[in-house]
């Protein structure tokens, strides 16, 4: 059997979130397939560290998504490897609590990061994006969303509304950009074994996202980055427009 894979060698991606988790493992992945690849994230030490090990065609490229003035300077940073024709944008945070407890600052930080943070980055590579498309090359974003958009649990009504927010938009962006021939992805992962739940400060909630992995197989980041891989490397007239991958436990 033939494959219909399309090379991304000579592709160059802005990854965000990239120190860590499904980003981290996805900036590994395209490397492997050849394109360059610009690492966003806040940790310096994470992104020196894993841009040391992906070799000359990965860039670390310090920023904090939610900052416009740090996302314009990553547009002049990014231009040393190339029009920038991939953007994944994945960087994300989830501070579960309920909303009875009214952490408005939780609130606050999931919106800026996983929502404005989106649109910071969209805004800033769209016209380079823009700019591959028209030159006939494949132009891709990649929102990373959350099967959390589509099903409510206690505790992550503001998580899960930032993600319906960012499925809506890769929806709306599709629209707004598919004559343009830029493809959106929106991708829906279920449960991945990462650093996310760390960030939730409730106990008992925290408890249970630290045991995920007892109650059930999570997915591996590397199983995410794989179908990242997987929506980017179809052929040119074919937009992977959502996808979701879930644990087998999570699929029942
Ligand atoms: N794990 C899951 O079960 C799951 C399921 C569905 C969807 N997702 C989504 O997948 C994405 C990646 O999460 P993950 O699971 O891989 O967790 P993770 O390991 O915690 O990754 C989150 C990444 O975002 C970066 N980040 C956070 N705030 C940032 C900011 N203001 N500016 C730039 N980078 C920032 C973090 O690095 P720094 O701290 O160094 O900035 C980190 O590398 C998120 O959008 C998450 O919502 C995860």
């Not at 408890?207 to 059930?216: F, S």
């Amino acid at each position: 059997m033939t494959t219909r894979m399309t090379a991304v060698t000579d592709r160059v991606a802005v990854v965000t979130g990239a120190a860590s988790g499904i980003g981290a493992a996805t900036a590994r992945h395209l490397i492997d397939h050849g394109a360059s690849v610009v690492l966003v994230a806040r940790r310096v030490d994470h992104l020196v560290d894993l841009a040391n090990r992906l070799g000359p065609r990965a860039l670390a490229a310090p920023a904090d998504v939610t900052d416009p003035d740090a996302v314009a300077g990553l547009v002049d940073v990014a231009a040393a490897l190339g029009t920038v024709d991939i953007l994944v944008n994945n960087a994300g945070l989830m501070s579960a609590n309920p909303l009875v407890d009214k952490r408005e600052d939780e609130w606050r930080r999931m919106v800026e990061v996983n929502l404005t943070g989106t649109l910071n980055m969209t805004g800033a590579f769209l016209p380079q994006l823009l700019t591959a498309a028209a030159s006939g090359r494949p132009a891709d974003i990649v929102n990373v969303s959350s099967t959390g958009a589509d099903y409510s649990m206690p505790g992550f009504a503001v998580y899960g509304a930032t993600k319906a927010a960012i499925s809506y938009l890769s929806a709306a962006l599709r629209t707004e950009l598919a004559a343009r021939t830029l493809r959106v992805t929106d991708l829906k992962p279920g449960g991945v074994h990462t650093e996310l739940a760390s960030h939730t400060s409730n106990p008992p909630i925290r408890e249970q996202l630290a045991t995920a992995h007892e109650r059930m197989r999570l997915l591996d980041p590397d199983d995410v980055a794989d179908a990242i891989v997987y929506a980017i490397t179809r052929p040119a007239h074919v937009c992977v427009s959502q996808l979701s991958v879930l644990p087998v436990d999570q699929a029942r």
